[in-house]
């Protein structure tokens, strides 16, 4: 039986960038390739990580463009789909369907603590592009809370299909289960895989394996077979870097973690600046620690 588009590990791909900060797409390619030659089952572009509110339109859908064409078969692009409105969100959705996309992240409205009723209309409206939704829970950034009462709502209504969990609560895994039967769970934060693996997860939308897609994935397969013993030690050797997924600086971590392994990660855009040297350095140590025990 095939699993639906949305399960397996998406990678919330990292964005290369030229030397003038225009969007490198024959890098982005590559990478793309490069995740689902390591194992991966598909990509997020556009997410934070891939410094979506830096884009122009242009390069926002031509990042999708570029996903979907560099997509071997089988391995599935889901675009995040935020914008500042509904509206805004739903074209993004449609722009993706026309790309060719499987499914959509979409966060809650981010301007402002939107209400029950406003998040309701949101998804629905998103909804209307037609194809499957995966909700994005980030109280942190966005001030929105997507409570497993709420999400049960929208799962119910037909609007959503999933929810990558970033609240970093993994007690909430057994509330959505309970609340929203059916409702598939998405790790949301690296840094609570084995959690959240164990408690019923689906699957994973990842920053880290940008980085060292083949460990990373294997960690995750482990974790969801309920392969504990397995697991942990992985998870010990790996959890310094993951937790920096979860960070303020997670962009520029994971960006320098990938050119210590010999990726492409490169500058951010502004407003995002370089990392301050002690950060850069404790990065640079535990990245060249876990590279230096074979992950890969």
Known sequence: MTAPVWHGVHVATALPFNDDLSVD???????????????????????????????????RARV???????????????PGVAAYGAAESRRWAEQAAEAGASSVLLLPPNTYRADRRAVVGHYREVAKAGLPVVAYNNPIDTKVDLTPALLAELHQEGLIVGVKEFSGDVRRAYEIAEQAPGLDLLIGSDDVLLELAIAGAVGWIAGYPNMIPRST??????????????????????HPLLRWDSKTE?????????????????????????LAPEPAARITRETQEVLSKGYR
């Open 25 to 59: 797409y024959d890098g982005y390619a590559e990478h793309v390739r490069f995740l689902a030659e390591g194992g991966c089952d598909g990509v997020c572009p556009n997410g934070s990580l891939g410094e979506y509110q830096t884009l122009t339109h242009e390069e």
């Open 64 to 78: 999708v463009r570029t996903a979907v064409e560099a997509a071997p078969a089988g391995f599935h692009v889901m």
């Open 217 to 238: 994935v294997e960690l995750y397969r482990l974790a969801v077979a309920g392969d504990v013993a397995k697991a942990l030690p992985l998870y010990r050797d790996l």
């Open 250 to 274: 997670f962009v520029q971590s994971i960006k320098l973690s990938m050119d210590l392994a010999g990726r492409k990660g490169g500058a951010c855009r502004p407003p995002r600046t370089a």
